[in-house]
Nanobody
Framework: QVQLVESGGGLVQAGGSLRLSCAAF????????SGWFRQAPGKEREFVAA????????YYADSVKGRFTISRDNAKNTVYLQMNSLKPDDTAVYYC?????????????????WGKGTLVTVSS
């Protein structure tokens, strides 16, 4: 079992930056694919970014490519999401997830564990 706890959300003005953290507790984290997802009010949850177990490969949704960076520190059992040039459309609850399977295009299906989310609000 892996427990995931997100932090770092908050209110920021458009054009600003935030860094989200996801701390993992429980089983060895460095064998898991990790990802960030988000859900805006009234919308379905969507994929944001993913990273393989070693951190050597990263994947991004087109909407955040060039603005967001996912990274991990396996020694600290933590995954990060650096968000720059934030837009009001980035407002959402951001969820961290981890799983044993990398399924591009079906990212959610490969995730076995989910955090409770952290709210990011971007004001215009």
């Amino acid at each position: 079992q892996v427990q995931l706890v997100e932090s770092g959300g908050g209110l920021v003005q458009a054009g600003g930056s935030l860094r989200l953290s996801c701390a993992a507790f429980g089983r060895t984290f460095n064998s898991y694919v990790s990802g960030w997802f988000r859900q805006a009010p009234g919308k379905e949850r969507e994929f944001v970014a993913a990273i393989n177990w070693s951190g050597s490969s990263t994947y991004y949704a087109d909407s955040v490519k060039g603005r967001f960076t996912i990274s991990r520190d396996n020694a600290k059992n933590t995954v990060y999401l650096q968000m720059n040039s934030l837009k009001p459309d980035d407002t959402a609850v951001y969820y961290c997830a981890a799983g044993l399977h990398m399924l591009p295009g079906r990212w959610s299906s490969g995730m076995d564990y989910w955090g409770k989310g952290t709210l990011v609000t971007v004001s215009s």
